[in-house]
Structure formats: structure tokens, C-alpha cells
Antibody, heavy 120, light 107 residues
Framework: EVQLVESGGGLVKPGGSLRLSCAAS????????MNWVRQAPGKGLEWVGR??????????DYAAPVKGRFTISRDDSKNTLYLQMNSLKIEDTAVYYC???????????WGQGTLVTVSS | DVQMTQSPSFVSASVGDRVTISCRAS??????LAWYQQKPGKAPKLVIY???RLQRGVPSRFSGSGSGTDFTLTINSLQPEDFATYFC?????????FGGGTTVEMK
């Protein structure tokens, strides 16, 4: 069974940094393309970014609001996905989910999410 | 960016009803569309992909249709566990974008 467990959320001041982790199990993580998707409180879903498998180049794509501030990386030896978030803004406040990326570019499996609150 | 517009935002329905939710893309996306179900405090769950393909384990009362710019999610014989918010998502281009959501609430 696919399991994704996010951690690392918390309260951070505007301009601060935070690193989220997503521990994966139940599938071959090294072959998987992975995403981060976020949801502001009471709002809809917003795609944050995606990382391909290393075999497919390991490249990343980001949404415009986070490009240049957020970095997605992976450690296949630890079956873990990361989201490094720098220069955080109040509008980055959200629950952050990691998801698998299906061959048809949908989000097959989701973690339970981790809450990031950016506030002074 | 491809904008996704869902309607209505809210649907009041009763157990046993048929519910239809619409999603419109700002440009043609072929059948690269997915539907997700989200219950309060929980992560979304994939229901439909490829516009009409049922995700494994999802009851057959759920169905999807459409191509190009107009899509529909239909829930036949609504069950108590179906009261939730539903989101559509286009999967053809970056950035991946979602509709604003439709909440199916109990009448």
C-alpha cells in the first residue's frame, strides 16, 4: 500500500525558511515522479511543483508564485521527498501535500498533509 | 495558464439523488482531466482520470464525461459517504490547475 507521510510544518515568520519532508513507502520511490500541492485554509488546491525520477532526468517544474523561492529535491536512498521553502510570505500559509504523479499527470496518492503557517 | 471553472459551487442533495457537477477549461485539454473528492480535514482522493476512467476502488456510481473544454462528474444514487467537496484538475499543461471546487451538502 502506498504511504506518504509529510512532516516539517510549523509556524515561521515572513522572510523565514522551512524544509518539509515526505517519507514514502509501499512503492518504488526512485522510479516515481512526485509533486507538492498546497491548500490555503478554506481554499482550493494549488499545484506547487514536480520532480521527475533521476532516471528521467530528475528535473523540476514550479508554479509561478513559488519559483525562485522553493526547491524540490529527493533522496532516493531514504525514500524521501523534500520541499525547501525560502523567503516565505504570508500567502504561503497552507497545508502542504506530497503526491505521486501518474503516467497521465494526475495525483494518484496523497499524504495527510503538513500545515505551514507564515505569520509575524 | 489553463483556467478551470467549476459550477455550481454548492449543491444541496439528498441520499439517492443524482448529482451533476460541471467543469470548464479555458482552452481545449482533450481528455486530460481528473476529479478529486475531499472530505473535511482529509487529503483529496482521486476519483476519475482521463475524463471518464474510474480510479481503482471507486464505486461505479461515479462517472465522468466530456472532452475539449466541457466536462461533467455524475454521482448516481448519492450515498452518505459522498457528501464532500469535488475538484477538477487539468493534466495537459503546466502549471497544473484545479477548479475552485463544488461542495455537495446534505439538503
Amino acid at each position: 500500500e502506498v504511504q506518504l507521510v509529510e512532516s516539517g510544518g510549523g509556524l515561521v515568520k515572513p522572510g523565514g525558511s522551512l524544509r518539509l519532508s515526505c517519507a514514502a513507502s509501499g512503492f518504488t520511490f526512485s522510479n516515481a515522479w512526485m509533486n507538492w500541492v498546497r491548500q490555503a485554509p478554506g481554499k482550493g488546491l494549488e499545484w506547487v511543483g514536480r520532480i521527475k525520477s533521476k532516471a528521467d532526468g530528475g528535473t523540476t517544474d514550479y508554479a509561478a508564485p513559488v519559483k525562485g523561492r522553493f526547491t524540490i529535491s529527493r533522496d532516493d536512498s531514504k525514500n524521501t521527498l523534500y520541499l525547501q521553502m525560502n523567503s516565505l510570505k504570508i500567502e504561503d500559509t497552507a497545508v502542504y501535500y506530497c503526491t505521486t504523479d501518474s503516467p497521465v499527470s494526475t495525483f494518484d496518492s496523497w499524504g495527510q498533509g503538513t500545515l505551514v503557517t507564515v505569520s509575524s | 495558464d489553463v483556467q478551470m471553472t467549476q459550477s455550481p459551487s454548492f449543491v444541496s442533495a439528498s441520499v439517492g439523488d443524482r448529482v451533476t457537477i460541471s467543469c470548464r477549461a479555458s482552452q481545449g485539454i482533450s481528455t486530460s482531466l481528473a476529479w478529486y473528492q475531499q472530505k473535511p480535514g482529509k487529503a483529496p482522493k482521486l476519483v476519475i482520470y482521463g475524463a471518464s476512467r474510474l480510479q481503482r476502488g471507486v464505486p461505479s456510481r461515479f462517472s465522468g464525461s466530456g472532452s475539449g473544454t466541457d466536462f461533467t462528474l455524475t454521482i448516481n444514487s448519492l450515498q452518505p459517504e459522498d457528501f464532500a467537496t469535488y475538484f477538477c484538475q487539468q493534466a495537459i499543461s503546466f502549471p497544473r490547475t484545479f477548479g475552485g471546487g463544488t461542495t455537495v451538502e446534505m439538503k
